[in-house]
């Protein structure tokens, strides 16, 4: 429902999931945070082939649940594909999640979990 | 239908009959402004959805210019930088503020960003080499999560709106096929028993005037058996009214006596 002020108004970072690159370049556009030790939260997840989707799946959790300060989520489509079940049932309006393409990945619209909503409420 | 969504528990007087109408007429405003309410919205959810097609679009082009440039950066560099600049990440520079939006009472968060001033973590990365391209890399990416972040802010309005949008539907739904039809279905209830009333008033009232009036009769009979009878009375004995009359004739009167003649 129509979100109260409190439950954004702290809410300032942007936090993504994503493979080295993307993680890299969004991290040179200054949105990597550190949060003060001693928990030093990190709010960006660097996935590779060899990351475990449970690990995936904690850091999602962690980052739309837990973590207060997160006002969009970044996770690459492919990653968002792994736990495509997740995010499919997160349906909060805060933090937005948000499925970017990567350099190895083009975008595919027919994947994303929001135009999916989109189209079937088109009924197309 | 109707018949299937009962009435309310009212007395029918006709004070809750004026209370129900009253009722009607608020459901039936209430019913067109919150679908107009509803319509307004979709018409912006529309333009939202819209929005957000294009900015899809948008954001494929923008982070595929922005891959382009961070493999400038590898090239230029001569190495990965990935590690050392997630080890640098110490402060977000690039933060957003939820700012909100009213379309037609319904507050949409609406993200903003802004950099913060005096934060920067990579004042060392690309020193030695790539400097340059590093710079320009972070220009592209900033634009990038700007569009990203505009991105975001339609999905949340989107979301929010869908929401929203839905309640409305239900709100207008449940007044046009619950609340009208109920309401009406009461007034009718009332205005059945209030014209019962009336009939049952109508009838007592008519019995009490055929009463009246046969009173009435029975009493003027009796007057004009009354008067018939001192009638009658009198047709039976006229000499006796006669008489007296005679009696009482004036001997000194205007009526000439007849001569005496001895």
């Known amino acids: 429902m129509a979100a109260s002020a409190a439950t954004y108004k702290d809410r300032q970072f942007l936090a993504v999931i994503g493979d080295e690159d993307s993680v890299t370049g969004l991290l040179l556009a200054g949105i990597g945070h550190v949060t003060e030790p001693p928990e030093s939260q990190r709010n960006f997840l660097v996935v590779d082939s060899k990351t475990e989707t449970s690990e995936i799946e904690r850091a999602f959790q962690n980052f739309t649940q837990e973590r207060k300060d997160i006002a969009v989520l970044l996770i690459n489509q492919h990653i968002a594909e792994r736990i495509r ?9 805060f933090p937005a999640v948000l499925e970017i393409p990567s350099k190895d990945h083009p975008y595919d619209p027919e994947k994303d979990s929001v135009l999916k909503r989109v189209r079937r409420l088109f009924g197309e | 239908m109707s018949g299937a969504v009962g009435r309310e528990a009212v007395f029918p007087t006709r004070q809750s009959l004026g209370l129900m109408k009253n009722k009607l007429k608020g459901a039936e405003i209430g019913h067109t402004l919150l679908k107009r309410k509803s ?16 900015a899809k679009q948008k954001m494929g082009r923008v982070m595929q210019i922005a891959a382009f440039s961070l493999a400038e950066v590898s090239y230029a560099v001569g190495g990965d930088i990935g590690y050392q600049i997630q080890e640098s990440a110490k402060q977000a520079r690039f933060r957003v503020r939820a700012k909100q939006e009213n379309v037609s009472g319904v507050l949409l968060p609406t993200f903003e960003s802004y950099t913060q001033d005096g934060v920067n973590d990579f004042g060392l990365t690309g020193l030695g080499k790539g400097g340059q391209q590093i710079q320009r890399c972070r220009e592209t990416y900033a634009r990038a999560v700007e569009t990203l972040v505009e991105l975001a802010s339609l999905q949340t309005a989107f979301l929010i709106l869908d929401e929203v949008i839905k309640v409305v539907n239900r709100r207008v739904n449940a007044i046009e096929h619950v609340i009208i039809p109920r309401t009406e279905n009461t007034i009718k209830y009332i205005n059945s028993e209030l014209d019962e009333l009336d009939r049952e008033e109508f009838y007592r009232l008519k019995k009490v005037s055929g009463k009246k009036q046969r009173d009435v009769a029975a009493a003027d009979a009796e007057i004009l058996a009354a008067r018939q009878k001192a009638a009658e009375e009198q047709a039976a004995h006229p000499e006796a009214v006669e008489k007296e009359e005679k009696e009482t004739k004036d001997v000194l009167g205007e009526d000439e006596d007849n001569d005496v003649i001895f």
Request: aromatic content about 8%; cysteine-free.
């Open chain 1, 85 to 93: 079940h997740s995010v499919d049932t997160f349906t909060d309006p």
């Open chain 2, 39 to 54: 319509e307004a919205l979709t018409k912006r959810f529309r333009d939202i959805t819209r929005r957000i097609d294009e």
